[in-house]
């Protein structure tokens, strides 16, 4: 009995099911069933025919689909931006404007993290062989307790630069996160909590919402790459211009610099970065350069989807459109690349070899070059971009010179160097040849290798190199399309 009762349930299909005709359909409702089946046939029909036209008619106008791809914090966003101002120049020269608010951010969070480290220092620990013993229970000198208390202002800046760049429109991850970090503000945080608080970011959805945002916020947009509207000034501008001096005094004071060493706590080697330029970037007129923008912070969940289009070629009446997608680099974000990997022609991969001496911020057990030679090696093995261009951007090489410099040891972390000499130019040359290797051995077809050693933020020579890509990427597009 059992036996027939297990066979039965194997059977039941609950498709079939739901598509079976009703048990007692007269002949006038199975008259208006087929007709309404024959209309969802000839709509899907429809649609497909019409997503297949849409395909061809966008091979016929030439357009290119760019991918970007890397870990969190590797330079995609950056390099995105480059595009923006090397290809639409007027548009990215008028939004300059718009980028105060979040170099005002860069520069508030980067005091707030300073604070944080030195507030640590004051609280008493329970394990005295902590990395702290050294410095914990000790005073602050009485200069830096001052500082500490004309600085509180920035604090409520903060809150008011989150709330203006997560407008209430935003859905409602966005909004938790800006709550949350306005909330902070009214609490008292224990140890562990300080640390979580430095942690935590700042995240917009992509595109033109935040930017949206600040436009209506500011009274005077400017309309030209002239001067007028860029004096525009604002509350947090107002109030960084009035702590200025006390900021400068804080980050130059040898005993910050030395809590920041012992905690290794690097603002410099960060994006958002401004604290060396705050004569300039705290003048009341000021106005956010190109340089700027491309060094600017702010983090994206989602995906940006970014168009423009290049100048025509030979035997083509209009340019190529290009359309270069974002993805979002941290793990929780890379289920969604597979979709973009259909149609696309090239793709972009950003390996920050600096953070060799690094760990991810969501899991702090995972060495950050670890994670990014283990996802190279998925990309370039997997068998959807068999065919597609993989260019690699060994990104931060300005930073990775630093550390060497310093007398940072390679070796120490990357017990595979060996003996080779603590340089520059000798550890990019080796981490070009591991990652060729790893794209050699593991395409699932033969393809040729693209890989620079890049520094995003450097205007003249990223512009060189993006040029260089382009003309690939376009030459083969042509190729594939039988115009060349």
């Known amino acids: 009995m059992s036996g027939a009762v297990t066979k039965s349930a194997h059977d039941f299909d609950p498709l079939d099911e739901a598509l079976r005709p009703p048990v007692n359909e007269t002949e006038e409702d199975r008259v208006i069933r087929q007709a309404q089946e024959a209309e969802a046939r000839r709509v899907s029909q429809a649609i497909d025919d019409s997503i297949r036209a849409e395909k ?18 590797s330079g995609k966003s950056t390099t995105l931006r480059h595009f923006q101002k090397l290809y639409t120049p007027t548009a990215f020269h008028e939004e300059r404007i718009l980028w105060r608010s979040v170099i005002q951010l860069n520069i508030v969070r980067s005091v707030r993290t300073i604070l944080d480290a030195l507030s640590d220092i004051r609280l008493p620990t329970l394990d005295s062989g902590g990395e702290d013993s050294d410095d914990s229970g000790t005073n602050l000198p009485q200069e830096l307790e001052m500082l500490q208390m004309r600085l509180t ?7 008011l630069l989150i709330a203006k760049l997560i407008p209430p429109s935003e859905d409602e991850m966005a909004s938790v996160i800006g709550s949350s970090a306005i909330s902070a503000y009214h609490s008292h945080r224990s140890r562990s909590s300080e640390r979580s608080w430095r942690a935590q970011e700042v995240f917009v959805r992509p595109g033109a919402t935040w930017k949206g945002a600040l436009a209506k916020s500011t009274r005077t947009r400017p309309v030209s790459l002239g001067n007028t ?8 501008q107002e109030v960084i211009h009035s702590c200025s001096y006390d900021i400068m005094a804080l980050w130059n004071d040898r005993l910050v610099r030395e809590v920041l060493r012992r905690r290794k706590i690097r603002l410099e080697e960060s994006s958002g ?20 923008v491309l060094r600017a912070r702010l983090k994206t969940v989602g995906v940006s989807e970014y168009r423009c289009e290049m100048e025509a070629v030979a035997g083509r009446e209009s340019g190529t459109e290009w359309r270069i997608v974002d993805v979002g680099g941290s793990r929780s974000q890379r289920a969604t690349w597979v979709p973009f990997f259909d149609d696309v022609d090239a793709i972009i991969f950003l390996a920050p070899i600096s953070s060799f001496d ?40 300005d930073i990775l010179d630093a550390k060497l410099t310093s007398g940072i040891r390679l070796s120490k972390y990357v017990r595979s160097y060996g003996d080779r000499p603590n340089d520059m130019e000798t ?3 080796y981490f070009r040849s591991k990652f060729s290797a790893i794209h050699r051995e593991y395409s699932p077809l033969p393809r040729k290798f693209y890989g620079f050693c890049t520094t995003v933020t450097d205007t003249t020579t990223t512009a060189g190199i993006l040029a260089s890509v382009r003309d690939m990427v376009v030459r083969r597009h042509l190729k594939q399309s039988r115009l060349l």
Not at 153 to 159: F, G, K, N, S, Y
Not at 229 to 236: K, L, N, P
Request: proline fraction near 2%; include cysteine.
């Open 358 to 397: 690094q760990v991810l911020a969501e899991d702090r057990s995972v060495n950050r070059l670890e994670d990014s030679v283990l996802l190279w090696k998925a990309v370039c093995s997997n068998k959807l971009l068999a065919n597609v261009d993989i260019v690699l951007f060994l990104n931060k090489c």
């Open 153 to 159: 202002p920035l604090r409520h800046i903060e809150a």
């Open 273 to 292: 970065f401004f604290l060396n330029d705050l004569d300039r970037v705290t003048a009341l007129n000021y106005t956010p350069n190109d340089d700027d």
């Open 229 to 236: 509207g860029m004096q525009t000034r604002d509350e947090a």
């Open 56 to 73: 061809q008619a966008q091979k016929k106008k030439g357009i290119v689909r760019l991918l970007l791809l890397g870990q969190s914090e």
């Open 427 to 429: 550890a990019s040359k």
